[in-house]
């Protein structure tokens, strides 16, 4: 079956400590996104990817990272520099760089020790 | 920047009975999505619009698109209780590369 998975569901993180989300998908998407939601809150993107080796800065990009290595995998890092990553984190994936529907992953649950 | 407002943010309606709730889009957008998000859950794509005039329906949710009023609505008839979810309405604007979402509404449908 074809789809987004990311791993772990929830992730504790200790002050200070660089936590890294797993996300992959065998859509044979081009384009890949991340977004952070707060409680009762909409989606803000953080970073996204039109291309494997390329990625861009979304709205909050300060204390993230991320690479593209491979088409299928866009992992987020949340650094020691973000001081409030308590938050439900989507990645999201779509055909192709012109955009169109993007599908989202099950999503990761981080939560602060 | 492109701003997406939503409304109402909160709604609570019986069984049976009708309401929209509204998307607004402040600059010109190629496309205009909308999602359905369960308590705890991801993001399941509900419809696509992708003209002027454009209208998709799906059971009891229908969506349309009015892109010189920069305006799209999604139309719950005779509401039941498996439409309790947050929705949220997704622009395409034209020279970007991602989606801007809008806060969200979360319906209730009390029985």
Known sequence: DGGITQSPKYLFRKEGQNVTLSCEQNLNHDAMYWYRQDPGQGLRLIYYSQIVNDFQKGDIAEGYSVSREKKESFPLTVTSAQKNPTAFYLCASSIGATKGTQYFGPGTRLLVL | ?111
């Open chain 2, 1 to 111: 920047e492109l701003k997406v407002e939503q409304n109402p943010l909160f709604l609570s309606m019986q069984e049976g009975k009708n309401y929209t709730i509204y998307c607004n889009y402040s600059t010109t957008s190629d496309r205009l999505y909308w999602y359905r998000q369960d308590p705890g859950k991801s993001l399941e794509s509900l419809f696509v619009l992708l003209s002027n005039g454009a209208v998709k329906q799906e059971g009891r949710l229908m969506a349309s698109l009015d892109t010189k009023a920069r305006l799209s609505t999604l139309h719950i008839t005779a509401a039941v209780h498996d439409l309790s979810a947050t929705y949220f309405c997704a622009a395409d604007p034209a020279g970007a590369n991602n989606l801007f979402f809008g806060t969200g509404t979360r319906l209730t449908v009390i029985p």
